[in-house]
């Protein structure tokens, strides 16, 4: 009969875990070509939007009006637009939630379909360390893809000639609320890929769905542009506009670490209940 | 302390039931030999052990904590129908990741030292979805064996193994068992190489634990047989029909005798019958055939 050995087992803190959870996912997150891809299309959107507004209608001939002669409207709509007339006005840095979507959807779908999760779920068996580090981890590609769709922005705008008038604090203001909103997105995400784990196309197909906000719109359209919106997360991102302040920062700010808390608090009590491979 | 212990497992997929009240204790150290029929319930349990799935009933312990305790989890190296593995990742970077969810300090001397134990040192760089089946299957053991786990759960890990890799996988298990008191539960149909390996059994089917048992106690529950090859082996298996209990003519042309009876005293009854015996010899049943019959005997 084999020996036996004296067993004797750590007790890692939740420091110890998550830290070893965030390496997984950041070196996960560096080492994939995914992440960059989106990086750059985040970069691209502004130019693809600033370029084509006023192009000459190949139809008629005639130059269309200019849909943005600010650069930073290619950041964020003047005023909080909950409900907007033309899809053009839609066009702002909120796009990267909706590409941020499906980034994540493929980052956390390819743990399940490449059966990484077995070794993930089989030694560590605290799911709400799961859901914290991908939460944080996507957060942060997002941020990554706002960042990258800023000096887009700005590239885009020298090169059009469009204006660069501003006021600083509410620019800067409006920056950073949609970057907070990045936990808040990037929770929710989270939660569909757990949802629809077994299922990467509907995981993809929902993100994409919740991404583009569009039950908020539907409710705008009938409640107008109430700031009750402001509780979810599109509100909130839309709250992110040209005339934002502290108190706008700080709504984000709310708004996201509540939704992160919520989602993740149901995130984990579904990997917690449910068969995760 | 057994390092698993599961009391009346139960686990339903929808309106199937894929255990039923399923008991197995694996003492600690032991190489656990887990055996059974496609659908048998043999992942499912595997499964249920690593976590990955829930049970709808009944108790799992390891080393006498419940199986869900965090804190030994670190300690647990699977191996569940195929390796966890990027496809576009190197062997390499594939391993790094595990350490890194390990939280293995010095991580590339342990992944060294782990790649070398599978022989799979040379193709440390090579993108895991370029390699071998066989390949594919040693980084999932390497990658089970990261972090020096206590409990080793492989479900068929000699899939598409060659001879070779089959060999350097009972020296790791026999190695980890003995020198340093891994306890190793293992699925798999190539029953003839588990023999070699396991101390214990265990042999399910239809979601239950039919029987466990040790390899002394197999070795004593297999029974002995005469072996023997004639010019006219259809009749002499009449003749022998006719006096012995059970004969069988098996797959590799020899006529079996399975009463304890000495060989001479065939040799002569079939000598005074006018047949001369060419070949004659007394074996044992290994587990494969031991298996057969019980699942045999169980229809």
Known sequence: ?277 | MNAVEIRNLSKNFGAKQALKGLNMTVPQGAIYGFIGENGSGKSTTEKIICGLIHESGGSVKLFGRPHTDGDLRAKVGVLIESPGCYPNYSVWNNMKLQAANLGIKNADAEIVKTLKMVRMEGAAGNKYKNCSLGMKQRVGIAMALLGNPTLLVLDEPINGLDADGMRIMREVLVDLAQNHGVTVVVSSHVLSELEKVATHYGIVRGGKMLCEMTAEELEASCRTYTALQTREMSRTKMLLGCKYSRVEEDEAGYIRVYDMVPAEEIVTYLYEHGILVSEIKTDKIGLEEYYIDLMKEGR
């Open chain 1, 1 to 277: 009969m084999a020996s036996t050995r004296q067993l004797r087992f750590e007790s890692p803190s939740f420091a110890k875990r998550i830290k070893g959870m965030l390496g997984v996912d950041f070196y996960r997150l560096f080492h994939t070509p995914m992440f960059y891809i989106f990086l750059l299309i985040a970069a691209l959107i502004p130019a693809m939007i600033l370029g084509t507004s006023g192009m000459e209608d190949p139809q008629t001939g005639m130059a269309t009006p200019a849909l943005y002669t600010n650069t930073w409207n290619i950041i964020a709509a003047d005023t909080p637009l909950y409900v907007v007339s033309e899809i053009g006005e839609y066009a702002n840095m909120n796009m990267v939630f909706i590409f941020g979507g499906i980034m994540v959807s493929i980052f956390i779908g390819h743990d399940y379909k490449s059966g990484y999760v077995k070794q993930l779920f089989t030694t560590h068996a605290k799911k709400q360390d799961y859901m914290i580090s991908k939460t944080l981890v996507s957060a942060f590609a997002m941020v990554g893809m706002c960042v990258t769709y800023l000096i887009g922005s700005i590239v885009a705008g020298l090169l059009t000639g469009a204006s660069f008038d501003v006021s600083i604090g509410s620019l800067l203001c409006a920056i950073l609320g949609k970057m907070i909103m990045s936990l808040g997105w990037a929770s929710l995400y989270t939660f569909l890929n757990v949802i629809f784990r077994r299922y990467f196309g509907i995981s993809i197909a929902s993100s994409f769905f919740f991404g583009t906000g569009i039950l908020i719109i539907g409710a705008a359209a009938i409640l107008g542009n109430s700031s009750i919106l402001n509780i979810f997360l599109y509100g909130s991102s839309v709250y992110a506009c040209l005339s934002a302040n502290l108190l706008t920062v700080l709504t984000c700010l709310v708004c996201s670490v509540v939704w992160a808390v919520v989602y993740n608090v149901l995130g984990t009590f579904v990997l917690s209940r449910c068969d995760v491979y």
